[in-house]
């Protein structure tokens, strides 16, 4: 009986947080924010340059504005390169790739990391060879230099970000 007793009074003792209308995850998210385990998604910055293996992204700011260029390198003379723009809403990112009309997605980006979703409108596959596709990439953080990101180039040879 003791041991019921004790074992009521240590889960309830456990609802402690929840009245207050924060849940468990929220507050440990909330902590690790604040001890810079995890970045704060209201503070990420995009702008920067990106790469894993051969595809490369780069996202600069230029007159208020986000610019971004892409290219996909799927091996031979398959891949995909595109311009366009972006607006940032913490870690959503709004693109909107410039040639095809309706080419307009949200990407996601954790501070270290930027990811295009598994399925792009079918305006998107302007932009690449057959069967090539812009859907899925994910693209590390290389830096946030703006020189860096201004000197990227595509597999072509040309600036992704650098020129218009």
Do not use: H, N, W
């Amino acid at each position: 009986m003791r041991i019921a007793t004790a074992a009521l009074l240590l889960l309830a003792a456990c609802d402690g947080g929840i009245a207050s209308g924060e849940s468990a995850g929220e507050r440990l998210e909330e902590a690790a924010i604040a001890r810079g385990v995890i970045p704060d998604p209201e503070s990420l910055d995009v702008a920067g340059a990106y790469g894993r293996g051969a595809d490369s992204l780069c996202v600069i700011e230029r007159d208020g504005d986000l610019r971004l260029g892409v290219d996909v390198a799927y091996g031979g003379d398959l891949g995909c390169t595109a311009r366009g723009t972006a607006r940032q809403d913490g870690e959503d990112i709004d693109i909107m790739l410039e040639g095809a009309d309706g080419c307009r997605f949200t990407a996601r980006f954790d501070g270290a990391k930027l990811a295009f979703p598994g399925r792009l409108p079918a305006s998107c596959a302007a932009f690449c060879d057959a069967p090539a596709s812009l859907a899925g990439m994910t693209v590390d953080r290389l830096s946030d230099a703006a020189s860096e990101v201004r000197a990227m180039r595509g597999q072509q040879g040309g600036l992704l970000c650098g020129g218009d």
